[in-house]
């Protein structure tokens, strides 16, 4: 049984609801460092809605969340400061279109954080680099393929140096043979061992990454597996209905 001692991030009884439709239903969770956590399940389940609770995007209206042992539903939460830590990466890309790649990688760090152009141009550069795109650091976002703008959003999010990354469906916008390329940058951070919260369609994906595969539907937490015996031997009649739909391709 898998058990996180000390988590970096918490997740205690949280409930999340619009109006009388419950989205999250006492959603308990311990995701440990340096851990990849897959979220998967049918739409609407409560994914994403999740991911955003965590970065606070959305407000929850029961339970609690914890990140390094902080309450993050306290009053005096400074979210810009929690952002920072807790980066995240959205199916858009959401890359400003008047400024060129580079101007978009920097302006976090130079704005917000206050850090000297030098270094952080220094950093953008390796990570342009460690992605295959720096021969894009003067282009528009307009003049890039859709893999590329979600490369560079990924560059984007890294370069604010989170402890957490959140990744929401960040291939579902895109062509097929422009998924691979960014699944890879994404095998490369786990490697390194970054910890990161997924929520993806890419069954094959999930298995090749995911230390713990967390199943949802309906607002609930319905299994937690390790990808091995999660997809060979689901538990849970709704998770084997929900993975008889998908034809599992290896990952390459």
Not at 21 to 32: E, H, P, R, T, Y
Not at 190 to 201: D, L, Y
Not at 236 to 244: I, V
Request: proline share 4%; net charge neutral.
């Amino acid at each position: 049984m898998y058990e996180v001692v000390e988590p970096l991030i918490e997740l205690k009884d949280v409930a999340k609801s619009y109006g009388k439709n419950q989205v999250l239903n006492n959603i308990s969770l311990k995701v440990a460092k340096g851990e990849v956590i897959v979220l998967i399940g049918p739409s609407g389940c409560g994914k994403s809605t999740l991911l955003r609770c965590l970065n606070g995007l959305e407000e929850i209206q029961g339970g609690s969340v914890l990140f390094r042992n902080e309450d993050l539903t306290a009053k005096n939460t400074d979210w810009k400061k929690i952002r920072q830590q807790v980066g995240m990466v959205f199916q858009s890309y959401h890359l400003f279109p008047h400024m060129t790649v580079m101007e978009n990688i920097l302006l976090g760090p130079t704005k917000v954080q206050k850090r000297t152009k030098e270094e952080a141009l220094q950093q953008a550069e390796a990570l342009l680099q460690r992605v295959g795109l720096s021969d894009k650091k003067n282009a528009y976002p307009r003049q890039l393929s859709g893999g590329q703008q979600q490369r560079i959003a990924i560059v984007r999010a890294l370069m604010m140096n989170p402890v957490v990354m959140l990744f929401d469906e960040v291939t579902a916008a895109l062509d097929p043979e422009m998924v691979k390329e960014v699944l890879d940058v994404m095998l490369s951070l786990a490697k390194e061992g970054m910890t990161m919260m997924i929520v993806t369609h890419e069954m094959s994906f999930a298995r090749a990454i995911a230390d713990r595969v967390i199943f949802m539907d309906s607002g609930h937490i319905c299994e937690i597996g390790e990808p091995q015996t999660f997809f060979t031997s689901p538990q849970t009649p709704r998770a084997q209905q929900f993975l008889k739909q998908f034809i599992h391709n290896s990952y390459n």
